[in-house]
């Protein structure tokens, strides 16, 4: 979902009861619990407020109450003004540009199955060797947890030695070497020529795709100045020939 613009005009929602409270109680829960983490501190906010009394909740939520039909008059005028419209466009706009970039990025390039794979790095060539024995060593409950594995894994590569390390990075090259050979002959072959050519339509295909989008939006965009443009004047009850109007009123005042 396209995230939408933020209003600098819009007036500002009025706390609800609960964020009242938390900013009654908040230093002096921080205060009894040194070194609190802010997520302890709303947890136990949260529980001191569920457990309030009526009497003492009843201020909060009548505050919040009033503040918030005041707000809802406020949002109403809001409305009827040039600002609000102008953000309207803005917005419109806004959105419509954010879902373009998103279908362009959704298109991808279509992969080559006949490659050759690029070989893994040092560190998963070790990780692939030690994985069983760490995985062995950890706690049931862990022993399907890839990431706590993986960072079991990562603690040992940066223990372990150069030269252990060294010999590591010696397979990797060696892979990498076989890797261009292989490389090389496949670009040779039939298959890459195939897939080549699949690569160039598609890229063709996204780029018109994106120049119909870009066409698209450049119309929308237009479209949304000229509707922004008399829903502010109507707002504002500009009549297009009104200075025109009032110079001819003076003209005959005068003569």
Not at 231 to 244: C, F, G, M
């Amino acid at each position: 979902m396209p995230k939408r613009l933020k209003d600098p005009n819009k007036p500002k929602k009025p706390l609800t009861a609960y964020f009242r409270f938390l900013s009654d109680i908040r230093e002096s829960v921080k205060t009894e619990n040194p070194g609190i983490k802010p997520a302890q501190l709303t947890k136990i906010c949260g529980k001191k407020w569920s457990v309030l009394e009526d009497g003492i909740k009843k201020p909060y939520i009548d505050s919040a109450l009033i503040d918030n039909t005041a707000w809802k008059l406020l949002m109403e005028e809001y409305k009827k003004t040039p600002e609000h419209a102008e953000y309207l466009a803005k917005n419109k706009v806004h959105v419509m540009e954010q879902k373009r970039k998103a279908r362009k990025k959704k298109r991808k390039l279509p992969k080559d199955p006949n490659c050759p794979k690029k070989p893994v790095t040092a560190f998963f060539l070790y990780s692939a060797h030690v994985r069983a024995e760490v995985k062995e060593s950890m706690p049931e409950e862990h022993r399907r947890k890839v990431t706590l594995i993986t960072k079991k894994i990562g603690a040992m590569w940066g223990l372990i030695a150069e030269e252990e390390k060294a010999m590591w990075k010696a397979r990797t090259n060696k892979l990498r070497e076989e890797y261009q050979v292989k490389l090389a002959a496949y670009k040779l072959t039939a298959e890459f020529q195939r897939h080549q050519a699949n690569v160039l339509q598609a890229e063709q295909i996204i780029k018109e795709d994106d120049q119909k989008e870009r066409e698209k939006a450049m119309k929308l965009r237009q479209a949304a100045k000229q509707k922004n443009k008399k829903r502010v004047a109507k707002i504002r009850k500009i009549e297009p020939d009104s200075e025109t109007s009032s110079e001819e009123s003076e003209e005959s005042a005068a003569e």
